[in-house]
């Protein structure tokens, strides 16, 4: 399943043959991805011609279809479910149509795409009709900034406000897709901007809303506008996508997710803890950027100089973070004293509950 | 919005000038879109070239954009919500997954397209996850069934299950597509089949369960059936887009849905009561046709003897019920005896919190 938040379809890595890195239970939402993924029907043989044909179903950020006219057609679809991804408490309408539709647009990224348009399935108790009329603009609003403006959708009543998003983007004639798997051991990984800022902004805000502390320092601001108005790497992931190997984005905190690309690369991997750039300080902040999630840059594999002129070239800010390995190493991190540990798949899991990470989510 | 139960995006008509063809208020969610459409952005220019562009936003069955290399792509969602769409003692897993996908798929017939891919995104509470697993699992193996296969998806916790369901399909170069707007003064209106069954169906399913009454008769069980595992007409679609001069599917019962395609198409209408076929019999069976709703087949609006020849030509039963009149004259019903009277735009709307029709839901 393509998905933002909660949908990743692969799980850890689970090659490791070496006892004290030997694979993690998956999360709980892959785990019953996996479930599903078993009991799907295969996919049929499509007659080719008049009709887009599914090129790349589940597993990755979006699904590809070939158009016949040529060109990649790719979707993906994303969900923020109240008290479970939102708190009416601690997010306005504004934050949570914006969310959704950034989150569902970083996939498109994630891709290496180009946004097209966007559809909204909003689920609202009648007596919660302004609130959903302001999530619908919020959304539609954020989706025309991106690229993909508002296309048309559904709203139905239910009993606790709900928005899913659905993003269509295209990979233009002879552009090239990037995926989760296809990194190689030997590649450097990469990431395109600090981690763990929205995991620390979100605590803060529930802080700020639960102890009604005084108004937050300018820091400290800028880290709850990382978690309520986040922004997708598009640039980057269009840029990127040809000198890469391998990438996805990061929802769901580095960790998890690196376990995903290792998974669908068949690799292991190896971080380095000091050169995880932290959006906040100290153990709090390297907890936030390894577990914490919602941070929506871009996690990309490839040959380094490739990957680091083509960033160069485009302007794009790329910070090496480690490298990849043999899947039988697994994946590590590399303290800053020189030990390798094993690097858990622990992050945001709607499934599990409750984030385990920082934010207490 | 495109969508399908519960989302259209066109109120009633509303240009009647004869008191006693007063426009009645619109319904719940027809009103709550409005609202939501008076807020949107209005669409930037998109630069031409590589991207799809959005050619047909909110107000049809299905958005639609130009793809670069020729064609149009076509996208539609639609919810399932636990408690509004479904009732867990009614609708096994099977049923859930089957209809959201089927409802969604007949948005893309509604516009005489063919269908692509789907994707899911799906809210259950933990505690449900074998039923998630069935619903998604019943998805999978329809949208397969109906050429439009599973593509992606996404999976979230939540309180109460639901199921969004989008679907991708597309135009091909050149072949036409069928909008709400475009019926004329004079033309025929046409439906593919009986109507009324759907909602029948689920009244006797209920009936059956909370009665707890013997086995239904053969006749009964065909009717739970059509409630149960409804057929999106693809194949009418596609081969009436070209002769009628607008069409859509029937999904909130023919009274509420001929209102909006009244009002997208600036015309009148007039049904003929004794040419509407009716699934049931009698009083009951006339109210289900009309007010019932989740038939899902598709109402279409042209010249008689093109659209004839057409449904001729191509073996698709077509049932004439009436004809395009003046805006002037609103939506009228001609009762059995001769006698003309308004048609209210009444039918299913999860916004009223009910729906007002014979089932009961």
Redesign the interface.
Same mark, same amino acid.
């Given at each position: 399943?393509?998905?933002?938040?909660?949908?990743k379809?692969d799980g850890p890595a689970s090659r490791s043959t070496h006892e004290d890195l030997a694979p993690q239970p998956p999360s709980?939402?892959d785990r019953?991805?996996r479930?599903?993924l078993d009991?799907?029907?295969p996919?049929?043989a499509?007659e080719g011609?008049?009709?887009?044909?599914?090129t790349?179903?589940?597993g990755?950020d *979006?699904?590809a279809?070939g158009?016949? $006219?040529?060109?990649l057609?790719l979707?993906?679809?994303? #969900?923020a =479910?109240e008290?479970?991804?939102f708190d009416r408490r601690l997010h306005p309408p504004r934050a949570i149509g914006r969310r959704a539709v950034a989150a569902a647009v970083s996939d498109i990224a994630a891709m290496g795409g180009?946004?097209?348009?966007t559809?909204?399935?909003l689920?609202a108790p009648?007596s919660q009709?302004s609130a959903?009329?302001?999530i619908?603009?919020a959304a *539609?609003?954020r989706a025309?900034e991106l $690229?993909a403006?508002?296309?048309?959708?559904?709203?139905? #009543?239910? =009993?606790?406000l709900?928005l899913?998003v659905?993003v269509?983007g295209?990979i233009?004639?002879g552009?090239p897709l990037l995926r989760r798997g296809g990194a190689k051991p030997g590649d450097g990984l990469f990431v395109t901007g600090k981690l763990g800022g929205a995991a620390l902004g979100l605590a803060l805000l529930r802080q700020q809303v639960e102890v009604r502390t005084a108004s937050l320092a300018p820091e400290e601001e800028a880290l709850v506008a990382r978690h309520l108005d986040p922004e997708p790497r598009l640039a980057a992931g269009a840029a990127l996508a040809g000198a890469a190997h391998a990438g996805m984005d990061i929802s769901d905190g580095l960790a998890l997710d690196l376990h995903r690309l290792a998974a669908a690369s068949g690799v292991g991997a190896l971080i380095e803890e000091p050169r995880v750039p932290l959006a906040g300080k100290g153990a709090r902040g390297l907890e936030a950027a390894l577990f914490g999630g919602e941070d929506y840059e871009l996690l990309l594999a490839g040959p380094r100089k490739r990957v680091g002129s083509a960033a160069a070239a485009a302007e794009i800010p790329l910070i090496p973070v480690g490298r990849v390995t043999e899947a039988r190493e697994g994946v590590r991190l590399r303290r800053a004293g020189g030990v390798n540990e094993p690097l858990p798949p622990r992050g945001w899991d709607?499934?599990?509950?409750a984030q385990r990470g920082p934010s207490g989510r």
């Amino acid at each position: 399943m393509p998905p933002g938040k909660g949908g990743k379809a692969d799980g850890p890595a689970s090659r490791s043959t070496h006892e004290d890195l030997a694979p993690q239970p998956p999360s709980g939402e892959d785990r019953l991805l996996r479930r599903i993924l078993d009991v799907l029907p295969p996919l049929a043989a499509v007659e080719g011609g008049a009709v887009p044909r599914l090129t790349l179903g589940p597993g990755d950020d *979006a699904a590809a279809f070939g158009w016949p $006219g040529g060109g990649l057609l790719l979707l993906t679809t994303d #969900a923020a =479910e109240e008290g479970v991804h939102f708190d009416r408490r601690l997010h306005p309408p504004r934050a949570i149509g914006r969310r959704a539709v950034a989150a569902a647009v970083s996939d498109i990224a994630a891709m290496g795409g180009r946004p097209a348009g966007t559809l909204i399935s909003l689920v609202a108790p009648p007596s919660q009709e302004s609130a959903a009329v302001r999530i619908a603009e919020a959304a *539609a609003n954020r989706a025309r900034e991106l $690229g993909a403006p508002l296309a048309g959708g559904n709203i139905t #009543a239910g =009993e606790r406000l709900g928005l899913h998003v659905t993003v269509a983007g295209a990979i233009p004639p002879g552009a090239p897709l990037l995926r989760r798997g296809g990194a190689k051991p030997g590649d450097g990984l990469f990431v395109t901007g600090k981690l763990g800022g929205a995991a620390l902004g979100l605590a803060l805000l529930r802080q700020q809303v639960e102890v009604r502390t005084a108004s937050l320092a300018p820091e400290e601001e800028a880290l709850v506008a990382r978690h309520l108005d986040p922004e997708p790497r598009l640039a980057a992931g269009a840029a990127l996508a040809g000198a890469a190997h391998a990438g996805m984005d990061i929802s769901d905190g580095l960790a998890l997710d690196l376990h995903r690309l290792a998974a669908a690369s068949g690799v292991g991997a190896l971080i380095e803890e000091p050169r995880v750039p932290l959006a906040g300080k100290g153990a709090r902040g390297l907890e936030a950027a390894l577990f914490g999630g919602e941070d929506y840059e871009l996690l990309l594999a490839g040959p380094r100089k490739r990957v680091g002129s083509a960033a160069a070239a485009a302007e794009i800010p790329l910070i090496p973070v480690g490298r990849v390995t043999e899947a039988r190493e697994g994946v590590r991190l590399r303290r800053a004293g020189g030990v390798n540990e094993p690097l858990p798949p622990r992050g945001w899991d709607s499934w599990a509950g409750a984030q385990r990470g920082p934010s207490g989510r």
